[in-house]
C-alpha cells in the first residue's frame, strides 16, 4: 500500500509538471465583404491536458472573424458564442452582416445582424430578426432587407428594423439567395426534384428555370441573369436568359461556396479550413 501511494503521488507530481495548454481553430461559413475581403464563423478551443493527454479543463468560443482575401491580418472581433450562430451572410452594398442563431433541428428562428469593424456603427448592439422555423435566408442588394424562407415553403421578405415581414409566395421552398438584382432565387421542391427559380421582390414574373438540382446559389453581382451554386460536386453558372448550364469548377471539394462580388472566384469552407478557388481551372487554395 505505502508503494501504492508513493507511485500515486509521483505519478500526479509528474501530470503537474507536464500539465500543457492548446489552442486549435475552426473556419466555416465564409462570405464575400463589399471591399473584397473575407469574414467567416470562427471556432477557438483552448484546453489544458496533463502529461497523459487526459483533459483537464476545455472552452470554445465563437467569433465573427474578418481577414484579407488572402487570409492574412485575420481578426476574431466580436465574441457571439451566446448566439449559437451558423450560416454568415454579408451585404453586397453595405458594412453589415448576419447570420442565423439559435439554430436546432436544421432550422433557426432569429438572424441576428452586426456592423462590420469598419462601419460607424461597429460594436452597437446586436440587430435580432424574429423569423420562426426558418431554414435559409440572404440579403437584398440594398442592405436594408433579409428574404428568408421557413418549413412552411414560404419566402417572406423583412426590413432589418424587424418591420415590414411580407410574405412573396408560397411555393414549397428550400433555399433562397438575393443579394444582387431584383430578383429573388430560390430552390423548391416539384414532385419530390428540387429546381431552381426565379420571382421579382414583389411576388411577380417568377421564372421556372427547370434546372434540377442544384443547392448553395447565388445571385451574380457582375451579371445579375446568372445564378450559380452546386450541382453534385461540380460548381455550375445558370444563365436564366438563356437557360444555358455551365460548369465552372469541374470538382468542388468543400461546403457553403460564396460567390465573389467579380463573379470570377469562390470561397468555401472544407475540413475546419478556409480556401479561394477561381474558374479558370486551377485548385483551391487554403487561406485559413
Not at 247 to 274: E, H, W
Request: one cysteine or more; hydrophobic letters at 40%; a negative charge.
Amino acid at each position: 500500500m505505502k508503494y501504492a501511494l508513493i507511485f500515486l503521488g509521483l505519478l500526479l507530481f509528474v501530470s503537474g509538471c507536464g500539465e500543457r495548454t492548446s489552442v486549435s481553430n475552426t473556419y466555416s461559413t465564409p462570405d464575400w465583404t463589399k471591399d473584397g475581403q473575407v469574414a467567416c464563423l470562427q471556432g477557438i478551443t483552448n484546453e489544458r491536458a496533463d502529461a497523459l493527454g487526459g483533459t483537464i479543463a476545455k472552452s470554445t468560443t465563437d467569433w465573427l472573424t474578418y481577414m484579407d482575401a488572402s487570409g492574412a491580418n485575420a481578426f476574431a472581433d466580436t465574441d457571439i458564442t451566446a448566439d449559437l450562430a451558423s450560416n454568415l451572410s454579408l451585404s453586397s452594398v453595405a458594412t453589415l452582416a448576419a447570420y442565423a442563431g439559435g439554430v436546432g433541428g436544421g432550422t433557426f428562428n432569429k438572424i441576428v445582424i452586426r456592423y462590420l469593424p469598419s462601419a460607424s456603427g461597429s460594436h452597437v448592439s446586436k440587430i435580432e430578426l424574429n423569423v420562426p422555423n426558418a431554414v435559409s435566408f440572404d440579403w437584398d442588394s440594398t442592405g436594408g432587407k433579409i428574404v428568408y424562407c421557413n418549413t412552411n415553403g414560404e419566402i417572406r421578405t423583412i426590413n432589418i428594423d424587424g418591420t415590414g415581414d411580407t410574405l412573396i409566395i408560397d411555393v414549397d421552398a428550400a433555399s433562397v439567395a438575393w443579394k444582387n438584382g431584383d430578383r429573388i432565387a430560390f430552390t423548391y421542391l416539384d414532385s419530390g426534384t428540387s429546381k431552381v427559380s426565379l420571382i421579382n421582390s414583389d411576388g411577380t414574373n417568377r421564372l421556372n428555370t427547370n434546372v434540377a438540382s442544384v443547392a448553395n446559389l447565388c445571385v451574380s453581382r457582375a451579371n445579375t441573369f446568372e445564378v450559380f451554386g452546386v450541382k453534385s460536386s461540380t460548381y455550375v453558372k445558370i444563365n436564366t436568359q438563356s437557360l444555358a448550364e455551365t460548369v465552372v469548377i469541374a470538382s468542388l471539394s468543400g461546403s457553403n461556396p460564396r460567390l465573389a462580388l467579380t463573379g470570377d472566384k469562390i470561397v468555401f469552407d472544407s475540413g475546419n479550413s478556409l480556401y479561394t478557388q477561381d474558374f479558370s481551372g486551377a485548385a483551391a487554395v487554403k487561406i485559413k
